[in-house]
């Protein structure tokens, strides 16, 4: 039988499982000009070797269901397939390949591995993108690091014996009550989203269609070890300072833009994994909002000590898993889901994610060369990542420590192009950052 009469005639793959509540949410709430994809990327110097890297992404890859597997509908609802496709990799891609494009995922991997030529022939971009509703930014960092255990011809990380996604992340104590009176308290308080700014300055250049939708800065250790430093002293994390510095970044530019500040809220993605937990990856985390009004932020210090009192509470009641209390019931509703995201309302005025050090999550086993990963005879130089976008959303932040080293990775929608936007975001939030390391 010809090949194509066979693809013509073989059975549709079978239904693994219903999504859950948040990966549906992240299916539906992805639309082309704003596609909930998130990057992680990998500053590479050595001789890179592509048919290693293509095999260390196919084995990665074998290890992790939803990397492989498509979304079909049945009916109102979206479901997994048995996985039967296989992550690409666009080695130096050029323009026609499409290295941003949202995935497909009625077709096609909701992962993809990029690399782009560097400064030199040994200097690399090793970029990973991901559909959020294949899983979240602590597992690809954990797909990242099976990626580069193979690579080096290493074990990957075994998975742990941990609870189950899910299984204890809804609140006993939570009663319809309780949600009614939150949902209220969320929506009267009306964040402002970044205003829009027009025209250019300074040097930066239009970003092309090899670039990707971010910009990275990173600070020396020194600043870094002085922002630790600037943190302990104040009894916070540096978690804080970096929201803090985004929160009052985000006052100054409505300030400067639209010539009042207007509330500002933050969405943080919070972990909901039990210590130790690895597995498969997918989507295991719920969402913090933390609202301030002009006034709140007009302190520095006082805003950081608030932040760290809210952020201590979040993590010891779990209250990020009431996202998801509240999400089910919607999600029970046919169409309210993909309604809801479509409404023209500010749910927040940024997200600003800090998952720590991304070489203790990869674990990829590889030695180090002055405090860096060195796989293969490669050393990854610095490691950051970005979450994704939303129409009113207009800037994502990523902090990782990585070395030593402290980097911000940007993606605004708020200026011309986004690396200009993100430029300007970071301009605002650099001294704010400066002055917590005094």
Same mark, same amino acid.
């Given at each position: 039988?010809?090949?194509?009469?066979?693809?013509?005639?073989?059975?549709?793959?079978?239904?693994?499982?219903?999504?859950?509540?948040?990966?549906?949410?992240?299916?539906?709430?992805?639309?082309?000009?704003?596609?909930?994809?998130?990057?992680l990327e990998c500053d590479v110097e050595g001789p890179l070797d592509e048919g290693r890297m293509r095999a260390a992404l196919l084995a990665a890859a074998a290890r992790h269901p939803l990397v492989r597997s498509r979304i079909a509908w049945r009916g109102w609802r979206p479901h997994w397939l048995e996985p039967d496709v296989a992550p690409p990799l666009l080695w130096h891609p050029d323009a026609a390949d499409e290295p941003w494009r949202s995935p497909d995922l009625s077709a096609e991997s909701g992962v993809r591995l990029?690399?782009?030529?560097?400064?030199?022939?040994?200097?690399?971009?090793?970029?990973?993108?991901?559909?959020?509703?294949?899983?979240?930014?602590?597992?690809?960092?954990?797909?990242?690091?099976?990626?580069?255990?193979?690579?080096?011809?290493?074990?990957?990380?075994?998975?742990?014996?941990?609870?189950?996604?899910?299984?204890?992340?809804?609140?006993?104590?939570?009663?319809?009550?309780?949600?009614?009176?939150d949902a209220l308290a969320f929506s009267r308080f009306r964040p402002r989203p970044l205003a829009p700014v027009h025209g250019t300055h300074g040097a930066t250049p239009v970003a092309g269609p090899l670039e990707p939708p971010y910009l990275t800065r990173t600070f020396a250790r020194d600043l870094a070890a002085r922002l630790r430093r600037g943190a302990?002293?104040?009894?916070?994390?540096?978690?804080?300072?970096?929201?803090?510095?985004?929160?009052?970044?985000?006052?100054?530019?409505?300030?400067?833009?639209?010539?009042?500040?207007?509330?500002?809220?933050?969405?943080?993605?919070?972990?909901?994994?039990?210590?130790?937990?690895?597995?498969?990856?997918?989507?295991?985390? *719920?969402?913090?909002?933390? +609202? !301030?009004? =002009?006034?709140?932020? &007009?302190?520095?210090?006082?805003?950081?000590?608030?932040? /760290? @009192?809210a952020t201590r509470w979040i993590l010891e009641t779990h209250a990020a898993a009431e996202f998801l209390v *509240?999400?089910?019931?919607? +999600? !029970?509703? =046919?169409?309210?889901? &993909?309604?809801?995201?479509?409404?023209?309302?500010?749910? /927040? @005025?940024?997200?600003?994610?800090?998952?720590?050090?991304?070489?203790?999550?990869?674990?990829?086993?590889?030695?180090?060369?002055?405090?860096?990963?060195?796989?293969g005879g490669v050393v990854?130089?610095?490691?950051?990542?970005?979450p994704p976008l939303r129409p009113r959303t207009r800037v994502a932040i990523g902090a990782t420590t990585y070395a030593g080293a402290l980097a911000l990775c940007c993606t605004c929608s708020a200026g011309p192009n986004p690396h200009e936007a993100a430029r300007r975001f970071l301009d605002l939030m650099q001294p704010e950052l400066e002055a917590f390391a005094q």
């Amino acid at each position: 039988m010809h090949s194509t009469e066979a693809v013509r005639h073989r059975a549709p793959p079978a239904i693994s499982r219903l999504l859950d509540p948040l990966e549906h949410l992240m299916l539906v709430d992805s639309r082309p000009d704003h596609p909930l994809c998130f990057f992680l990327e990998c500053d590479v110097e050595g001789p890179l070797d592509e048919g290693r890297m293509r095999a260390a992404l196919l084995a990665a890859a074998a290890r992790h269901p939803l990397v492989r597997s498509r979304i079909a509908w049945r009916g109102w609802r979206p479901h997994w397939l048995e996985p039967d496709v296989a992550p690409p990799l666009l080695w130096h891609p050029d323009a026609a390949d499409e290295p941003w494009r949202s995935p497909d995922l009625s077709a096609e991997s909701g992962v993809r591995l990029v690399v782009l030529s560097g400064v030199s022939p040994d200097r690399h971009r090793v970029i990973l993108m991901v559909q959020h509703a294949v899983c979240d930014g602590l597992a690809a960092l954990e797909l990242l690091g099976d990626i580069w255990a193979g690579y080096a011809g290493l074990e990957p990380a075994p998975f742990s014996t941990g609870r189950r996604p899910g299984a204890t992340i809804a609140s006993p104590a939570t009663t319809a009550a309780d949600m009614r009176r939150d949902a209220l308290a969320f929506s009267r308080f009306r964040p402002r989203p970044l205003a829009p700014v027009h025209g250019t300055h300074g040097a930066t250049p239009v970003a092309g269609p090899l670039e990707p939708p971010y910009l990275t800065r990173t600070f020396a250790r020194d600043l870094a070890a002085r922002l630790r430093r600037g943190a302990t002293r104040r009894g916070i994390a540096l978690n804080d300072v970096v929201v803090t510095a985004a929160m009052r970044a985000a006052i100054e530019w409505n300030e400067r833009a639209a010539g009042e500040a207007g509330n500002v809220r933050i969405n943080v993605p919070v972990s909901l994994r039990a210590p130790g937990t690895r597995q498969p990856a997918c989507n295991v985390l *719920g969402y913090a909002f933390l +609202d !301030r009004t =002009p006034e709140a932020c &007009r302190d520095p210090e006082g805003l950081a000590q608030s932040i /760290a @009192t809210a952020t201590r509470w979040i993590l010891e009641t779990h209250a990020a898993a009431e996202f998801l209390v *509240g999400l089910r019931p919607v +999600d !029970r509703v =046919p169409g309210l889901l &993909r309604l809801l995201t479509r409404a023209p309302v500010c749910h /927040a @005025t940024g997200v600003v994610s800090c998952p720590g050090d991304p070489s203790r999550r990869m674990r990829a086993g590889a030695p180090k060369i002055d405090g860096c990963d060195a796989p293969g005879g490669v050393v990854i130089r610095d490691i950051t990542g970005v979450p994704p976008l939303r129409p009113r959303t207009r800037v994502a932040i990523g902090a990782t420590t990585y070395a030593g080293a402290l980097a911000l990775c940007c993606t605004c929608s708020a200026g011309p192009n986004p690396h200009e936007a993100a430029r300007r975001f970071l301009d605002l939030m650099q001294p704010e950052l400066e002055a917590f390391a005094q």
